[in-house]
């Protein structure tokens, strides 16, 4: 069993920079894929990066230039850089794990096994 933890969510104005960070404990794979999903009310969850075993990353067109995903394997944390952020950003963001070893980023909110509870964040115009 995986637990993940994500933590720097918060209320920003637009154009401003926030970065998020997912902690994981239990037994974790290191091999596995970990990505960033965001939910809007009412939405389904919407890919927006992620990252395989090898740490290559992959983004959703609209987030592109503007953030960066990073897996450390040593502190089991992986983290999500926003910057220039739009009000349109703003959702619910998700950590997830998938919980087994994979060799591309995978997309699908489908393919993931472990997801952490959420964290806020609000863009402001």
């Known amino acids: 069993q995986v637990l993940l933890v994500e933590s720097g969510g918060g209320s920003v104005q637009a154009g401003g920079s926030l970065r998020l960070s997912c902690a994981a404990s239990?037994?974790?794979?290191?091999?596995?894929?970990a990505g960033w999903f965001r939910q809007y009310p009412g939405k389904e969850r919407e890919w927006v990066a992620s990252?395989?075993?090898?740490?290559?990353?992959a983004y959703a067109d609209s987030v592109k230039g503007r953030f960066t995903i990073s897996k450390d394997l040593a502190s089991h944390t992986l983290d999500l850089q926003m910057s220039s952020l739009k009000p349109e950003d703003t959702a619910m963001y998700y950590c997830?794990?998938?919980?087994?070893?994979?060799?591309?980023?995978?997309?699908?909110?489908?393919?993931?096994?472990?997801w952490g509870q959420g964290t806020q964040v609000t863009v402001s115009s």
């Open positions: 990252v395989d075993r090898r740490r290559t990353a």
């Open positions: 997830a794990n998938s919980g087994r070893a994979c060799d591309s980023p995978l997309v699908n909110q489908h393919d993931y096994a472990y």
């Open positions: 239990g037994w974790t794979e290191l091999r596995a894929c």
